[in-house]
Structure formats: C-alpha cells, structure tokens
C-alpha cells in the first residue's frame, strides 16, 4: 500500500489489535517459538501467579479431552476420564484406596503396581471391563479411568430386537392376522424394542458417570485424609515436646 492509503476505523482496529499481540509475543517470548516449563514457571512468579496455581492450570490444559455425552446415534458404551487430586498415592495407601473402590464399584478386581503407578482393572466377558490408574506426581495424584460396556451393549440391543419383534408377531397371529402380514408388521415390534434398551443404556450411562464421579471423590477424600492425619500427628509431637519444655522449665524454677 501507498504511503497516502487511508485506513478506515475497522481497519485500524484490526492493525493496533494485532500490532498489541505482536508486541505481547515478543516480551513473553522474544525470538523464541515456545517456552518450556520452567520458564513458564518464572514467568509466572514475575507477574504474580503462584507455582501451584501455574501447575494445576498445565496439568488441566494437557487433560485430553473425552466426549463425555451420550450419543443416540452411537448408543454410546464407553466413559474416559482423567483427574488431578491433592495428595500423593503411596503403597501405604493402596489397600484402603482398593477398598473405596470396591465399595463404589461393587464388585472385585485384580490390583497391580506399575512403576510409580498403581492399577486396579476389573473384567467380566459379558459386562465389558473398568481400569482405573492412580500415579503420584509432584504432591497430586493422577487418576485415569476407563470402563467400556460394548459387550453389554450388543447383548442387550440383540435380544430386544428379537424378543420384541417376536412378541409382535405372536401377537399379530393372536388378533387373527394372516401369517405373511404378521412378519411384515413384526420389525415393528422390534424397533420398538430397540428405542426402548437404547433408553435404558442412556440411563445406564448416566449411572456409570455418577459413578465414575463418586469414584474421584472417595480416593481424593482418602489421599486428603491421609495427608491431615500426618499433619495432626507432626502437630501432636510438636505440642508434647513443647509442653514437656516447659514443665522441664517449671520444675528447675
């Protein structure tokens, strides 16, 4: 453009919007494409954003994200998650953590030990499989959950469809209608059938996500719980060796 060109109102809105964005860049980034961690991490202490706040923020922005809708069309048979509690998973913990998962899942479940990671999968050939993964990092626990149903899924929309469109067609036979319209009219009664499973497979769903939710909740109250009784035992030390200075102190005065 010539140095005559007259910029209109939007135009320059545009230009100091964008200019101000490149100027933005510059002073968090200067030539750099990216910054790692660490800098991130300073750059937050230079305009006030503490550490754990920066870090939950990265540790939400890398959660991948998991349609967590129902999906009619696809009748869907699978939940993912993945959370961040506060306090650390420890091997000392892992049987009273197995425990509240059994309490909220209702059932049993193979545990094993990974690494750092600890894992807990539960698997029934006709039911589908769940796996929760619980791995320590940097005073949190990661907590990543699966549980597919697809197995259950299929079972129940197969038997429904035929239950149901066998119904119809006894039916039908019982009001008196000829046999070849009866077969024409029996789909009928297995659509029907079919809306109504893929209805409790909704509710099914639902179920399942409470569930999922009800899960995060009793281990992040275990880690939490364990963590204020460490603190109230280093408190109750402190307390005792306190009063027993100054009775020590009474005594000599």
Same mark, same amino acid.
């Given at each position: ?11 320059? /809105?545009?230009? %100091? ?12 980034? $200067?030539? !750099? ?7 991130? %991490? ?44 506060? $306090? ?24 094993? !030990?990974?690494?750092? /990671? ?8 006709? +039911?589908?499989?769940?796996?929760? /993964?619980? /791995? ?25 469809? +035929? ?5 119809? %067609? ?18 009928? $009664?297995? %659509?029907?059938?079919?809306? $109504? ?7 099914? +769903? ?48």
């Amino acid at each position: 453009m010539s140095d005559n060109h007259i910029y209109s109102k939007k135009e320059i /809105s545009k230009i %100091l919007n964008k200019a101000s964005q490149i100027q933005t860049q510059k002073d968090l980034y $200067g030539d !750099q494409d990216g910054l790692t961690e660490k800098e991130i %991490l300073d750059l937050a202490n230079e305009v006030g954003i503490d550490t754990e706040s920066l870090l939950e923020a990265i540790q939400t922005y890398e959660k991948p994200e998991f349609d967590q809708k129902f999906k009619m069309s696809e009748i869907t048979s699978k939940i993912q998650d993945v959370a961040y509690v506060d $306090g650390e998973m420890t091997p000392e913990l892992w049987d009273d953590v197995i425990h509240e998962i059994r309490k909220v899942t209702g059932g049993i479940g193979k545990s094993s !030990q990974k690494g750092k /990671s600890f894992e807990w999968e539960q698997r029934r050939k006709e +039911f589908g499989y769940k796996h929760i /993964s619980l /791995s320590p990092q940097n005073g949190k626990t990661k907590i990543q959950y699966v549980h597919n149903w697809t197995s259950l899924k299929f079972m129940i929309l197969f038997m429904s469809v +035929f239950l149901g469109s066998v119904f119809m %067609l006894v039916l039908l036979k019982g009001l008196g209608m000829p046999k070849f319209t009866a077969v024409l009219y029996a789909p009928i $009664g297995g %659509l029907t059938a079919f809306l $109504g499973s893929s209805t409790f497979l909704k509710y099914h +769903f639902s179920k399942e996500k409470r569930r999922l939710k009800n899960i995060i909740n009793a281990i992040s109250k275990k880690l939490r719980s364990s963590n204020n009784s460490s603190i109230r035992i280093e408190d109750e030390e402190v307390y005792s060796n306190l009063e027993n200075t100054s009775k020590s102190k009474s005594k000599t005065t």
